[in-house]
């Protein structure tokens, strides 16, 4: 946009003055004014340089030159909605066909992974029949009201649970109660988000259900071993329906819904036409192709497993120096870091993964925490991010967690005998 730029005061105070103040602010203390985006680096207005472990949005690097020029090239030509015959619609659908199990060969565009998650919602109530609905606990699936019933995550904080809804434990059961007994009977449609386990998908499948995979946050070969995260359950498990969102455009608002012809039939049986103005929109699927074409040419896919295998290397060794660290957990480029205060209780270390957070930005490193006691430290980084760039950010959470030991140490030795 030419003319000189607005002075970032004036952009905050705009943006509390025009935006609601629900919609938060990454680092709202201080707020970085991001203006250019490049592979996993982000610049502000100074041209200061931000390593993004946020950013899994940009799935292959920010502004990658290739989804850039594709989407810049469709855009000359021709969008518009996918009523009329386009090869890109088409073209597109077919590629991503050739990654999942060929039971998952219907599919629906969309423009975000909310409107994916309740597009599934649609699908997996009709075939069933059911309104009933189990995912994890503190799952988060979407914005729309349909979806907050069904997030832990969010509606623990609003209206609480609904009756049609039933939530698995994240931990894996133990001894003799099975997911089917945490569930109202009969139990007949079912979401799990990311951490869904065969051994509940059978249980599930078992009472009559069908198993959503939500892949937003963590397809498109992410978790290194395989495109999609479902499929480190085994070869042999396979959803009914597996929704795509974020990543898939690379920025670009683009979403996906695969499914099985018996499901997309019985949809198709109540004779109401689906219809989304822009999902499928030739620009869309010029992006969604291109975004496959890299991550096939620079195999970002075995770049995750090789740099996220050395990054939890790295973080575990910081767990056996640092006793903050309770767990590091994750597969490929995507791994938490529970913070706590005990290890014994366990008890989430909020404050301190919050001043970390801070610290690191002060650093040029930009990390969000998550999880039920916003303890987790969370990577998920763009699919480019490098060894280097892992070297480099455990470095720095080395020296920030020593300097958080020492002064502790310091304030006890100084703190009066009784």
Known sequence: MAGA?????????????????????????????????????????????????IGNVAHVGHCHPLVV????????????????????????????????????CVFYFLNSGSEANDLALRLARQYTGHQDVVVLDHAYHGHLSSLIDISPYKFR?????????????TGAPTGKTTPTQLLPMPMRSAVLSAAHRRRAGRHIRRAGAVFV??????????????????????EDFVPDIVTMGKSIGNGHPVACVATTQAVSR??????VEYFNTFGGNPVSCAVGLAVLEVLEKEQLQAHATCVGSFLMELLQQQKKKHPIIGDVRGIGLFIGVDLVKDAATRTPATEEADYLVSRLKEDYILLSTDGPGRNVL??????CFSRDNAQHVVARLDTILTGMEETLRSCETLRPQA
């Open 378 to 383: 969370k990577f998920k980084p763009p699919m």
């Open 69 to 104: 020029q594709a989407a810049h090239e469709q855009n000359q030509m021709l969008n518009t909605n996918s009523r009329y015959l386009h090869d890109n619609i088409v073209d597109y659908a077919q590629r991503l066909s050739e990654t999942l199990p060929e039971k998952l």
């Open 213 to 234: 995979a939500d892949e937003i946050q963590v397809g498109f070969g992410r978790v290194g071993k395989h495109f999609w995260a479902f499929q480190l359950q085994g």
């Open 5 to 53: 730029q607005r002075a970032k005061a004036d952009t905050l105070a705009l943006r509390r003055r025009l935006l609601s103040s629900s919609c938060k602010l990454f680092y709202p203390e201080a707020p970085v004014r991001i203006v250019r985006g490049q592979g996993q680096y982000l610049y502000d207005e100074q041209g200061a340089q931000y390593l993004d472990c």
């Open 266 to 271: 019985a949809f198709e049986a109540t004779g």
């Open 157 to 169: 904080d609003l209206d609480g649970q609904k009756e049609h809804l039933s939530q698995i434990p």
